[in-house]
C-alpha cells in the first residue's frame, strides 16, 4: 500500500483540489497542515524541491508545484481523463480555474484598500463572468467523463469568491 | 497522421515550448502566426475558447492554455515522461519555470522606465538564482545531472527550460550572467541546442525579439 503524506499550511488554498482527489478516489493519505510560524525551519529544510508548498511525499519521493501534485494524484487514482486529449480538457479547465485563481490572490491580499476594491470589481465584473461563461460553453459541449474533476473545480472556486 | 495547426502570436513567448515539441518529435505542423494589431478582430471569431492564444486545432478539436496544448502533445509524441512520477516531475519543473518566466515577461511589458529597472534588479537577484539553483539541485538528483531533468530521454521540461534561458541570454538579462554559477544547467542548455532536430528548427525558425 503506498503512503502519501500531503503538506500544506493550514486552510484549503491550493492544497484542496489534492485533497479533493484523495476524497473521491476514498484514497488513504496524511493531511499535514502546518501553521505558518513552522514554514521557515521547513522551507531551508530541502524537504521541498522548490522550496514551496503543497508538498507530496510518496516512496520516498518528493513532488512540489500544486498542478503536479494533482495530476499525479488523479493520473494515479484514474481520475484524469481516459485519452489524451480528455487530458488536455481537463487540463485547459484546470488552468483556466487557475488563473482566476491567481487573479483572486491579488485581491486577497492586497492591503491597499482603494486598490482591493479596483481589483475586486474587476474580477467580479469581467475576468470571473468571462472565464465562468468559456468554461461553462466547454462542459455543454462536451460532458464526458471528466466532469466529476472539474465539478469539484467549480464548487471549490465558488465557495473562495463567497 | 492528424493535421495539427498551432495559432499564436509572432512571439517566441508561450508558443515556443509548443514549436519545440513539434520540432524534437518530427512532426509537421502549421504554425500560424497572428500579428499584434489583427489580434483584436481574430479575438472576436469565437475560435478561442478563453479568448486567448495559444491554441491547438487537431482533428477538429481545439485546444487551449499553453501548457494544456504542451502536455497533449508531450503525451502524444512520448515526451511526457515515462511513469506517472515522471510525469509529476516533468510538471513540477515546467510549472516552477512557467512561475519564473512571469517574473521574466513583467521586466519585458513594464514602460515606466524606473519601475522596469526595479523589476529587472529584483528578478535577477532574487526570484531567478533562487529557482535556477533549486532546479540545478533537483536536476543533479537524476543522474547526476549528466543527462536530462527528468528519467533518461528528452521531455517536455528540457524544451521549456530551453525556451525559457533564451531570455537569460539576450538583453536586459544577459549582463547579469545568470546561468554561470550553475554548471550543470549550462551544459544540460549546450546539449539540448546540439540535439540536430532542435537545431534544425533553431535555425530556421523566424527571428523575434521574445
Known amino acids: 500500500m503506498v503512503k502519501y503524506t500531503l503538506t500544506y499550511f493550514e486552510g484549503r488554498g491550493r492544497a484542496e483540489v489534492s485533497r479533493l482527489i484523495f476524497a473521491a478516489a476514498g484514497v488513504k493519505y496524511e493531511d499535514v497542515r502546518i501553521g505558518f510560524d513552522k514554514w521557515p525551519a521547513l522551507k531551508t529544510s530541502g524537504r521541498c524541491p522548490f522550496g514551496t508548498l503543497p508538498l507530496l511525499e510518496v516512496d520516498g519521493k518528493a513532488i512540489g508545484q500544486s498542478f503536479a501534485v494533482a495530476r499525479f494524484l488523479a493520473n494515479e487514482t484514474g481520475l484524469a481523463g481516459k485519452t489524451n486529449y480528455e487530458k488536455a480538457q481537463v487540463d485547459m479547465i484546470a488552468y483556466a480555474f487557475k488563473d482566476l485563481g491567481d487573479e483572486m490572490v491579488k485581491f486577497a491580499f492586497e492591503s491597499d484598500e482603494a486598490k482591493k476594491a479596483e481589483l475586486t470589481k474587476k474580477f467580479l465584473t469581467e475576468i470571473a463572468p468571462k472565464t465562468l461563461s468559456a468554461v461553462e460553453k466547454l462542459l455543454e459541449a462536451n460532458n464526458g467523463g471528466k466532469g466529476f474533476f472539474v465539478g469539484k473545480e467549480v464548487s471549490e472556486c465558488c465557495m473562495f469568491a463567497k | ?210
Open chain 2, 1 to 210: 497522421m492528424p493535421k495539427y495547426k498551432l495559432t499564436y502570436f509572432n512571439f517566441r513567448g508561450r508558443g515556443e515550448v509548443i514549436r519545440l515539441l513539434f520540432a524534437a518529435a518530427k512532426i509537421e505542423y502549421e504554425d500560424v502566426r497572428i500579428e499584434m494589431e489583427n489580434w483584436p478582430n481574430e479575438k472576436e471569431s469565437g475560435k478561442f475558447p478563453f479568448c486567448q492564444m495559444p491554441i491547438l486545432e487537431v482533428d477538429g478539436i481545439t485546444i487551449a492554455q499553453s501548457y494544456a496544448i504542451a502536455r497533449f502533445l508531450a503525451n502524444e509524441f512520448g515526451l511526457a515522461g515515462e511513469t506517472n512520477l515522471e510525469r509529476a516531475k516533468v510538471d513540477m519543473i515546467a510549472d516552477t519555470l512557467e512561475d519564473l518566466v512571469k517574473v521574466i515577461y513583467r521586466v519585458y511589458l513594464e514602460n515606466d522606465k524606473n519601475r522596469k529597472e526595479e523589476l529587472l534588479k529584483e528578478a535577477v537577484t532574487t526570484k531567478v538564482p533562487s529557482t535556477l539553483a533549486a532546479l540545478e539541485k533537483v536536476f543533479i538528483q537524476n543522474d547526476e545531472g549528466f543527462g536530462y531533468l527528468v528519467g533518461d530521454k528528452m521531455t517536455w521540461a528540457d524544451l521549456v527550460f530551453l525556451a525559457h534561458t533564451e531570455y537569460y541570454c539576450s538583453e536586459p538579462f544577459k549582463q547579469y550572467g545568470l546561468l554561470n554559477p550553475h554548471a550543470k544547467l549550462r551544459a544540460l542548455r549546450e546539449r539540448l541546442l546540439g540535439e540536430p532536430r532542435l537545431r534544425r528548427w533553431l535555425n530556421i525558425r523566424p527571428t523575434t525579439d521574445v
